[in-house]
């Protein structure tokens, strides 16, 4: 079975521009949780997604949104970037929201110059 | 909201050896996790724990859920150069009991390094 795949890999964008990074969870999962990583904060929880509605969304500013679609492939979108969200953006997968065991994918490495 | 900290930040250790490492809260979980990264890649999940004083084995990986729900430890038996990486605990409390990301909390990880 695949894994969660994320597109693209390597991304770098200037200050001001926006971006939109795509995540296509395990053939089954239905739920997509998406993480911010830094070297100063770690892991940091974005958002969660389950029949494309977002059910949980972690302390991070209107800029960042995302949507899941009904083949439960997600997107997320940063607008009017700033360096300090230069990171690693990892999407998650789960059967369900219920499911505790989820399964990242390899992340998007965003750099904001 | 939760922290987890997690022990030791960074290990220096000869192939062969075991590993311990352990991750800790003020607060109870009712599951733990534990990950490994690999640079350039995402966490890929090595053990789930649901109960307190459930030990579990994973080949020469087996983690334990603390008896207080408060810690975890990792055991890595025999190290191998590929156990190198990002060790990563993370936990869910149990006001989080209906699943979902939003309570996964994750330690800042254990670097392990391994000299041949």
């Known amino acids: 079975k695949a894994g969660v795949t994320q597109t693209p890999r390597y991304l770098i964008k200037t200050r001001g521009q926006q971006v939109t990074l795509s995540c296509s969870p395990i053939s089954g999962h239905r739920s997509v949780s998406w993480y911010q990583q830094t070297p100063g904060q770690g892991l940091q929880f974005l958002f969660e997604y389950f029949s494309e509605t977002q059910r949980n969304k972690g302390n991070f500013p209107g800029r960042f949104s995302g949507r899941q679609f009904s083949n439960s492939r997600s997107e997320m979108n940063v607008s009017t970037l700033e360096l300090g969200d230069s990171a690693l953006y990892l999407c998650?997968?789960?059967?369900?929201?219920?499911?505790?065991?989820?399964?990242f994918g390899p992340g998007t490495r965003l750099t904001v110059t | 909201g939760q922290q987890l900290n997690q022990s030791p930040q960074s290990m220096f250790i000869q192939e062969g050896e075991d590993v311990s490492m352990n991750c800790t809260s003020s607060?109870?979980?009712?599951?733990w996790l534990w990950y490994k990264q690999d640079p350039g890649e995402g966490p890929v999940l090595l053990i789930a724990?649901?109960?307190?004083?459930e030990l579990t084995s994973n080949g020469r990986l087996t983690a334990q859920f603390g008896i207080t729900r408060k810690d975890s430890f990792l055991n890595i038996s025999a190290s191998i150069p590929s156990d190198v990486g990002i060790y990563f605990c993370?936990?869910?409390?149990?006001?989080?009991?209906?699943?979902?990301?939003?309570?996964?909390?994750f330690g800042k990880g254990t670097h392990l390094i391994i000299q041949p």
């Open positions: 607060s109870i979980f009712n599951t």
């Open positions: 993370a936990g869910r409390p149990p006001q989080y009991s209906g699943g979902g990301a939003d309570g996964l909390t």
């Open positions: 998650a997968s789960s059967l369900s929201p219920r499911e505790y065991e989820q399964y």
């Open positions: 724990l649901y109960k307190a004083g």
